[in-house]
C-alpha cells in the first residue's frame, strides 16, 4: 500500500475542497429523519449533483466523474471535513447502485442511477421482516408471477429512509417449494407509491421516522424492475450486504472527521484534569487512523481487482462499535443534558445506536469472522 498522493490525486483534492467550501450550507440543514429535513436534503443532493460530486466514483454516462476508489475515499474525506449534510441518497447510492453495476441490465442503470444520483428518487432499503432480520433466508413476503412482472404481498420491517422516500428495493420469495431457504429468490425494485403499498413510519429513540414498516398487498412489478434472473436473489443480495459492511457505508472520512470535532470539543471543554475521559479522546482519534489505514489496505487490494469478501464483517464490528463509543466521548464530555439536545452529537448518537444491529448483526459478523476468517468450527445456533 503506497500513501503517497500524486498531482493528479492532490489537484482533484484541491477541486473537492473549493467546490465544498463554496457550497455547504452555512448552517446544519433540519433532520432528515423529519419532512422538512428530508426535503432539504434531497434538495442538497441536487447542489451535489450539479457540481458533479453526488456520486463521483460512477461513469460518467450515469451522473459520475468515473473516478477510482483513491479519489473516491479522498472526496469523502473532503466532504466530511467541510461539515456537509449526511447522505439522504446513502440506500440508493453506496448499496443499490454497486448492484445494480455488478447484476442490473443497461436499460436499469440508464434508467434508475441519474435520478437516483440529482435526488429526484431516493430510495428505501426493504430487507428486514418481522420474523427475517438477521436470518434474512427466513424471509417469507413473496413475488407470484403475472402478467408483464410480479405481484408482491407480505411485510417488510425497519425499512431505512421508507418513512420519505420514493422507492425501495428488497429481495421476495418466488418459489416456496426451493430445496433450501436462500432458495427460490428474486431481487426486485418496487415504488412505495403503487396500489397496495402502505407505509407505517417507526419512531426512533428520539420519536424521528427513521424507518417504517412496509405492507404489501398484491403490489405490481413489471419485468424490467427484476435485478438478475429470478431466483437468484440470495447471489444478488449477499454482493449488496458486502458493500453494505464493507467500503461504502461507513468510509473512513466520516469519523476522521467527527474524530477532530471531539479533540476541538475537548480543548473547549474537556477537564485537564479527567484523565480517563481524555484517554477516551486519544482512543477515538486512534481509532479513526487505524480504521482509515485498514480502509485503505482494503482499497489496495480492491483496486487490484480482489473482491469484497468475509473481512467486510472485520470493518462493519469495527465501524459500528466505535462509532458509538466515539459519541459517547463527546456526551460525557458536553454533560447530562447532551443527550437531549439537538446539535452535531446528539442526532449522531442515537444512530450510532443502531449499528451493531442494522447491516447484519454484530452477531451474525463475530460468526462470520471466526468460521470463514478463522476456520473455526461452527457454534451452535
Given at each position: 500500500m503506497d500513501l503517497t498522493q500524486t498531482a493528479e490525486v492532490a489537484a482533484f483534492r484541491a477541486e473537492a475542497r473549493a467546490w465544498l467550501a463554496e457550497h455547504v450550507p452555512d448552517s446544519p440543514l433540519p433532520s432528515l429523519e423529519t419532512a422538512e429535513g428530508f426535503t432539504a436534503h434531497r434538495a442538497w443532493e441536487a447542489r451535489l449533483q450539479t457540481g458533479g460530486w453526488s456520486a463521483v466514483s460512477w461513469p460518467e454516462e450515469y451522473g459520475g466523474r468515473g473516478v477510482d476508489i483513491e479519489r473516491w475515499l479522498v472526496f469523502e474525506e473532503e466532504y466530511w471535513a467541510a461539515g456537509a449534510p449526511g447522505r439522504v441518497s446513502q440506500n440508493g447510492i453506496s448499496l443499490l447502485a454497486p448492484t445494480l453495476f455488478d447484476h442490473g441490465t443497461p436499460e436499469?442503470?440508464?434508467?434508475?442511477?441519474?435520478?437516483?444520483?440529482?435526488?429526484?428518487?431516493?430510495?428505501?432499503?426493504?430487507?428486514?421482516?418481522?420474523?427475517?432480520?438477521?436470518?434474512?433466508?427466513?424471509?417469507?413476503?413473496?413475488?407470484?408471477?403475472?402478467?408483464?412482472?410480479?405481484?408482491?404481498?407480505?411485510?417488510?420491517?425497519?425499512?431505512?429512509?421508507?418513512?420519505?422516500?420514493?422507492?425501495?428495493?428488497?429481495?421476495?420469495?418466488?418459489?416456496?417449494?426451493?430445496?433450501?431457504?436462500?432458495q427460490g429468490l428474486t431481487y426486485l425494485m418496487f415504488d412505495l407509491r403503487a396500489p397496495g403499498v402502505t407505509v407505517r413510519p417507526i419512531g426512533r429513540l428520539d420519536g424521528k421516522p427513521a424507518f417504517a414498516e412496509l405492507f404489501l398487498d398484491e403490489v405490481f412489478v413489471p419485468d424490467e424492475d427484476v435485478i438478475g434472473e429470478p431466483g437468484q436473489g440470495w447471489r444478488i443480495a449477499m454482493s449488496t450486504t458486502g458493500n453494505e459492511r464493507g467500503l461504502t457505508l461507513r468510509s473512513p472520512g466520516r469519523f476522521l472527521a467527527a474524530a477532530d470535532r471531539l479533540v476541538a470539543l475537548w480543548r473547549a471543554a474537556g477537564d485537564p484534569g479527567d484523565t480517563a475521559l481524555r484517554d477516551r479522546v486519544a482512543d477515538a482519534?486512534?481509532?479513526?487512523?487505524?480504521?482509515?489505514?485498514?480502509?485503505?489496505?482494503?482499497?489496495?487490494?480492491?483496486?487490484?481487482?480482489?473482491?469484497?469478501?468475509?473481512?467486510?464483517?472485520?470493518?462493519?464490528?469495527?465501524?459500528?462499535?466505535?462509532?458509538?463509543?466515539?459519541?459517547?466521548?463527546?456526551?460525557?464530555?458536553?454533560?447530562?443534558?447532551?443527550?437531549?439536545?439537538?446539535?452535531?452529537?446528539?442526532?449522531?448518537?442515537?444512530?450510532?445506536?443502531?449499528?451493531?444491529?442494522?447491516?447484519?448483526?454484530?452477531?451474525?459478523?463475530?460468526?462470520?469472522?471466526?468460521?470463514?476468517?478463522?476456520?473455526?468450527?461452527?457454534?451452535?445456533?
Open positions: 436499469q442503470r440508464a434508467r434508475v442511477l441519474p435520478p437516483m444520483a440529482s435526488g429526484e428518487v431516493i430510495w428505501a432499503q426493504a430487507w428486514s421482516e418481522p420474523e427475517a432480520g438477521s436470518d434474512l433466508a427466513s424471509l417469507t413476503s413473496r413475488a407470484r408471477r403475472t402478467g408483464g412482472g410480479w405481484l408482491l404481498s407480505g411485510q417488510k420491517t425497519w425499512s431505512s429512509r421508507a418513512a420519505f422516500a420514493d422507492r425501495a428495493f428488497g429481495i421476495f420469495r418466488t418459489d416456496p417449494e426451493a430445496a433450501k431457504p436462500h482519534v486512534v481509532g479513526a487512523r487505524a480504521y482509515e489505514l485498514f480502509t485503505w489496505a482494503g482499497a489496495t487490494r480492491f483496486a487490484a481487482g480482489e473482491r469484497i469478501g468475509a473481512e467486510s464483517s472485520l470493518n462493519k464490528v469495527f465501524w459500528s462499535q466505535y462509532d458509538i463509543a466515539l459519541h459517547e466521548t463527546a456526551l460525557d464530555l458536553l454533560g447530562a443534558d447532551a443527550e437531549l439536545a439537538e446539535g452535531a452529537w446528539a442526532e449522531p448518537w442515537v444512530f450510532s445506536l443502531a449499528g451493531p444491529i442494522y447491516a447484519g448483526t454484530n452477531e451474525i459478523q463475530r460468526d462470520i469472522i471466526a468460521e470463514r476468517l478463522l476456520g473455526l468450527p461452527k457454534g451452535r445456533r
